[in-house]
């Protein structure tokens, strides 16, 4: 069981915002980075987000990540169909036990 | 540009030892954080563990009694045993990169494309 919470699903439709949010605890968000990652149909996870809110090369604008206490948020504006997929945050807990959360799956209608 | 590749039998009999092996090319092994995560069907991403160059190791206290890695730095390699398997711990297994951002805090910047190993008699 995920110690980071997220919602199993969202949706949107093109051209639309979206945010998926992610809560956690003073000792995993509160204290330590947040990441997020994309995972396609069928395909491997990619990171998105790191250190809270910074786009590796690649990414696009449109994604953006936000940190506030023990909780975080990753917008997608502009939605595409392309961006149906799974999205995970991640943060490290100090138990170790693993930076997941649960994922939520987004539907682009 | 880094490639990460799994490999390993894809099938596994209860009680025995899932054994896999990630290849590191296009870049050195040294100076990163690797570790194994997996996902069984339909469901969420779960970290094993990690070993970092030098051998040190942190895995997943869910599953720390089970999990072995090393590391063989000269093979640009790492790998994973999870002893006495079960029908549970037929998933996708993910070997990934860990950039450092602080002890024991990183992220996973390259993924290998996973490899299904499933427990079954």
């Known amino acids: 069981q995920s110690v980071l919470t997220q919602p199993p699903s969202a949706s949107g439709t093109p051209g639309q915002r979206v945010t998926i949010s992610c809560s956690g605890s003073s000792s995993n968000i509160g204290s330590n980075y947040v990441y997020w990652y994309q995972q396609l149909p069928g395909t491997a996870p990619k990171l998105l987000i790191y250190r809270n809110n910074q786009r590796p090369s690649g990414v696009p604008d449109r994604f953006s990540g936000s940190k506030s206490g023990t909780s975080a948020s990753l917008a997608i504006s502009g939605l595409r169909s392309e961006d149906e997929a799974d999205y995970y945050c991640a943060a490290w807990d100090d138990s170790l036990s693993g930076p997941f959360g649960g994922g939520t799956k987004l539907t682009v209608l | 540009q880094v490639q990460l590749q799994e490999s390993g039998p894809g099938l596994v009999k209860p009680s025995e030892t899932l054994s896999l092996t990630c290849t590191v090319s296009g870049g050195s092994i040294s100076s990163y954080y690797w570790s194994w995560i997996r996902q069984p069907a339909g469901k969420g991403l779960e970290w094993i563990g990690r070993?970092?160059?030098?051998?040190?190791?942190n895995y997943n206290p869910s599953l720390k009694s089970r999990v072995t890695m090393s590391v063989d730095t000269s093979k640009n390699q790492f790998s994973l045993k999870l002893s006495s398997v079960t029908a549970a711990d037929t998933a996708v297994y993910y070997c990934a990169r860990g950039i450092a951002v602080a002890v024991n805090q990183y992220y996973f910047d390259y993924w290998g494309q996973g490899t299904l190993v499933t427990v079954s008699s």
């Open positions: 070993i970092y160059t030098s051998g040190s190791t």
